[in-house]
């Protein structure tokens, strides 16, 4: 397997530019989280799902941000409008019911 | 209510000395726990699990952890560090009955020439 894939590696943007990353799973599995880290809160949970349906999206900064999983292999994470503050590695990762993580090798985006 | 702490932010060795990351949690229930390495400018990597089998359970790169439930700790270690092991490394404690992944926030090993 592949393992997590994500595009695009690098995304430099200019604040108020409309942004969306991609994440590819691991195939059969039914979980998906999105990560944003930051060297001043460290690692943050954002969203999951389950099955392609939202779980938890408590920790999304605020409505600017919004996921999607339209099918098992495919989700989106877009940001609109981006904002400096906004400037991170996204990492997202997949797992099976009670299995570790498996993580991508992330976004780093900078919005300038 | 489950959560982890990595007791120490930041740990500086010597290359060829023993290594010790300490890691406690709380949980209700029996946990599942993780230990994951994460090198500069890389995605996070799994190095080890504990998943109520044995309590002293090997990773990769020579690593290895103890399960100590009266102690409430997942403490990682490895006999003799490697230049290659400075990263940083995060503690996870997961609750199989929920979904809930608790993420320790992160200790940054030094390794010393």
């Known amino acids: 397997d592949a393992g997590v894939i994500q595009s695009p590696r690098h995304e430099v943007t200019e604040m108020g530019q409309e942004v969306t990353l991609r994440c590819k799973p691991i195939s059969g599995h039914d979980y998906l989280f999105w990560y944003r880290q930051t060297m001043m809160r460290g690692l943050e949970l954002l969203i999951y799902?389950?099955?392609?349906?939202?779980?938890?999206d408590s920790g999304m900064p605020e409505d600017r941000f919004s996921a999607k999983m339209p099918n098992a292999s495919f989700s989106t994470l877009k940001i609109q409008p981006s904002e400096p503050r906004d400037s991170a590695v996204y990492f997202c990762?997949?797992?099976?019911?009670?299995?570790?993580?498996?993580f991508g090798p992330g976004t780093r985006l900078t919005v300038t | 209510a489950q959560s982890v702490t990595q007791l120490d932010s930041h740990v500086s060795v010597s290359e060829g000395t023993p290594v010790l990351l300490r890691c406690n949690y709380s949980?209700?229930?029996?946990?599942?726990l993780f230990w994951y390495v994460q090198h500069p400018n890389k995605g996070l990597q799994l190095l080890l699990k504990y998943t109520s089998a044995a309590t002293l359970v090997k990773g990769i790169n020579g690593f290895e952890a103890e399960f100590k439930k009266s102690e409430t700790s997942f403490h990682l270690t490895k006999p003799s560090a490697h230049m290659s092991d400075a990263a940083e490394y995060f503690c996870?404690?997961?609750?199989?009955?929920?979904?809930?992944?608790?993420f320790g926030a992160g200790t940054r090993l030094t390794v010393k020439p």
């Open positions: 949980s209700s229930y029996s946990p599942s």
């Open positions: 990762a997949s797992r099976k019911q009670g299995a570790e993580q498996y």
């Open positions: 996870v404690v997961h609750l199989y009955n929920n979904n809930d992944m608790r």
């Open positions: 799902f389950n099955n392609n349906v939202p779980i938890d």
